[in-house]
């Protein structure tokens, strides 16, 4: 079992950045990604960004690529979320999740930190 907490959401305005950062504890070394999905009100949640744990594979969703920048610390168990040129559609509950093999689905999440970019 891993335990994730995200923490550095906030509020922000239109243009401005934000850090999240989302710390892992337990079965550390069962990881293999680990991801950042986000859920605005009344819409699915979505996937933002991913991580491969060991090998620094990146991967981003269109909608972020360019602005959002997804980086870990093994070390640390830390895995972080860099917002950049926020727009208020990025307004949404910021998710951290992991995920123990390539295929598989993400089988650990975290409660979630929210970011609000006003206009």
């Known amino acids: 079992q891993v335990q994730l907490v995200e923490s550095g959401g906030g509020l922000v305005q239109a243009g401005g950045s934000l850090r999240l950062s989302c710390v892992a504890s337990?079965?550390?070394?069962?990881?293999?990604?680990m991801g950042w999905f986000r859920q605005a009100p009344g819409k699915e949640r979505e996937f933002v960004a991913a991580?491969?744990?060991?090998?620094?594979?990146?991967d981003y969703s269109n909608s972020v690529k360019g602005r959002f920048t997804i980086s870990g610390d093994s070390a640390k168990n830390t895995v972080y979320l860099q917002m950049n040129s926020l727009k208020p559609e990025d307004t949404a509950v910021y998710y951290c999740?992991?995920?123990?093999?390539?295929?598989?689905?993400?089988?650990?999440w975290g409660q979630g930190t929210q970011v609000t970019v006003s206009s």
């Open positions: 337990g079965r550390t070394f069962s990881i293999y990604a």
């Open positions: 991580i491969t744990w060991r090998r620094d594979v990146t």
């Open positions: 999740a992991g995920k123990s093999s390539v295929i598989g689905r993400y089988e650990s």
